[in-house]
C-alpha cells in the first residue's frame, strides 16, 4: 500500500512548524505530530524574544544563510500580517580582541556586511544606557534586532494549515521505523500509526532520546531568561532608541538583552549566552533561584546601571548543544533515504528558523539543497567529541 503522506514532521517547534510549511507550500502531503501544544513554553522557542544579527562570530560560513533567512522572516511576516522581526539595530559589545567583537569584524568583512565600529566614548553617546570600560569597543549592525519566537512558531503553523498540513497536537511519537525495502516509514503515536515516504526529525530538546543512533553527543542545558525593570522607566530602552547587545567580559563571559518590547511594565529581557546546567526535558528545574537573580543582576550592574532597577520575573528555556556548538542538519546518516534531521541549534538557532524549513523541505523531497550545509554533518570531526 503507498503511504498515506509525503511527509511526517515529528515535532513542531520552531524548526519543525517552519519546515511544515514550507513542505506545504511546494505541494507535499504533511502530517506534522507535535508532543504539546501550537506554541507551548516547554522546549526551546518561547520567552518572547531572540536575537537576530549577520556579523556573525560563530562562523562566516553562517552568513549566506542569515541573508536568506531575512528574506524569508520579511515574506512571513507579509504573508501573515503577524509581527515576527524588529530591526533596532545590534551591538557587539567587547575587548578588540573578544570573540564577539573579533569574530562579528572578520565576518562582517568576509561577507561586506554593513557595519560600524564604536569606540568607547561612542558607544556611550550613541547609546546611553551602556556604560562600557574604556577598552571596550563595539561593532554597531544596523540590520540586527530582534524576533518574536511565538510569533513565528505561530505565523508557520498558520501557513501550514493553510497550505494542506494535517498538525496534530498532543500527539507525541513513541516510535518509528523504516517499511520494508525502503519504501518510507511508519510512526506511531498512543493514537494511531501512519505512513509516508519521508520523515523530518525536529526534536529540539529530545534530540538524545530521539536520535541515539547519530554520534553527536548532545548536551541539553536549563537556560534562564530574567527581565528588569529599569530605573527611571522604560523611555530610555524602547526599540526605537535601544538596540539589541551582546557584550563579553575579559574573562570571555557573554550576557545579552533586548529593548523593552512589552510596553513600560514589561520591563528589558537579559541573559547569559552560555553558562547554563545541564538536564533532561523531564528533570529540568523549572524554579529560578535568588541567588541567579543576583548573579544576573551582578553582571548589569557597572554596565547598564540603570537596568536592574526592579526584578520582575524569569523564565527557564533549553538549549540543545553539540560538541562544537555549530548544528546537525542532514539526511540521516543511518536512515539516508527516508529521514532527514535538524537538531543541536545550540542556543543560536532561531534566527535561523524559516531557512531551516527550507534546506529540510529541500533535503526531504529532493535529497539534497543548494544552501551551504557542510558545516552542519553530523559526521564532522568536532561533532562526535564530548
Ligand atoms: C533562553 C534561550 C535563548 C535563546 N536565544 C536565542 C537568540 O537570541 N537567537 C537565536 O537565534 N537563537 C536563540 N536561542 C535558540 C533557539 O531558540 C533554538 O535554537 C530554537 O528555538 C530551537 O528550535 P527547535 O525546533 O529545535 O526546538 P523546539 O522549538 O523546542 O521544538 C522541538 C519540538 O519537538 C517536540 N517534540 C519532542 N519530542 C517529540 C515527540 N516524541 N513527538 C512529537 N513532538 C516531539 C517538542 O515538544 C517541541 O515542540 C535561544 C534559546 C533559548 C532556550
Redesign the pocket.
Known amino acids: 500500500m503507498a503511504p498515506t503522506y509525503d511527509v511526517i514532521v515529528?515535532?513542531?517547534?520552531?524548526?519543525?512548524s517552519a519546515a511544515a510549511h514550507h513542505l506545504a507550500a511546494r505541494g507535499a502531503r504533511v502530517l506534522g505530530?507535535?508532543?504539546?501544544g501550537p506554541v507551548?513554553h516547554?522546549?526551546?522557542?518561547h520567552?518572547g524574544s531572540?536575537?537576530?544579527r549577520q556579523s556573525y562570530f560563530e562562523d562566516p560560513a553562517y552568513v549566506p544563510l542569515l541573508l536568506r533567512s531575512y528574506e524569508l522572516y520579511e515574506q512571513l511576516e507579509r504573508d501573515t500580517g503577524r509581527e515576527v522581526a524588529t530591526l533596532c539595530g545590534g551591538v557587539m559589545l567587547g575587548r578588540p580582541d573578544s570573540r564577539t567583537v573579533g569574530g562579528s569584524l572578520a565576518s562582517a568583512r568576509q561577507w561586506d556586511l554593513p557595519h560600524e565600529m564604536l569606540d568607547a566614548k561612542e558607544i556611550r553617546r550613541r547609546f546611553p544606557t551602556l556604560t562600557p570600560h574604556d577598552d571596550e569597543v563595539a561593532l554597531y549592525e544596523a540590520r540586527a534586532g530582534l524576533l518574536r519566537?511565538e510569533n513565528t512558531v505561530a505565523a508557520h503553523v498558520q501557513l501550514a494549515t493553510q497550505g494542506g498540513a494535517d498538525l496534530h497536537f498532543e500527539e507525541?511519537?513513541t516510535r518509528w521505523e523504516e517499511l520494508p525495502g525502503g519504501a518510507g516509514v511508519r510512526v506511531h503515536t498512543h493514537e494511531n500509526t501512519y505512513t509516508a515516504g519521508q520523515l523530518v526529525i525536529?526534536?529540539?530538546?529530545?534530540a538524545p532520546q530521539?536520535l541515539t543512533d547519530l554520534g553527536v553527543p548532545f548536551t541539553i542545558e536549563r537556560?534562564i531568561?530574567y527581565w528588569f525593570a529599569p530605573d527611571g522607566g522604560t523611555a530610555p530602552y524602547v526599540p526605537e532608541r535601544h538596540p539589541i547587545y551582546i557584550w563579553e567580559d575579559a574573562a570571555g563571559v557573554q550576557i545579552?538583552g533586548f529593548p523593552a518590547i512589552d510596553g513600560p511594565e514589561g520591563g528589558a529581557k537579559v541573559?547569559f549566552f552560555r553558562k547554563g546546567t545541564v538536564c533532561t526535558p523531564e528533570t529540568i528545574d523549572r524554579t529560578v533561584y535568588d541567588h541567579e537573580v543576583r548573579a544576573m543582576a551582578d553582571q548589569l550592574g557597572p554596565r547598564l546601571p540603570t537596568l536592574p532597577g526592579r526584578f520582575l520575573k524569569a523564565a527557564t528555556?533549553?538549549?540543545?548543544n553539540t560538541p562544537d556548538e555549530h548544528f546537525v542538519i542532514t539526511r540521516h546518516p543511518a536512515h539516508p533515504e527516508n529521514v532527514t534531521v535538524a537538531?543541536g541549534?545550540s542556543?543560536?538557532?532561531?534566527?535561523?528558523v524559516p531557512v531551516v524549513g527550507e534546506i529540510v523541505a529541500d533535503l526531504a523531497l529532493t535529497g539534497t539543497t543548494p544552501h551551504p550545509i557542510d558545516l552542519f554533518d553530523p559526521r564532522r570531526p568536532a561533532a562526535a567529541v564530548a
Open positions: 515529528l515535532g513542531l517547534g520552531g524548526m519543525g505530530l507535535e508532543k504539546f507551548h516547554r522546549g526551546s522557542s520567552g531572540r536575537i537576530t519566537p507525541p511519537v525536529c526534536p529540539g530538546a529530545w530521539l537556560q531568561m545579552y541573559a528555556c533549553m538549549y540543545s537538531c541549534f542556543g543560536h538557532g532561531f534566527k535561523f
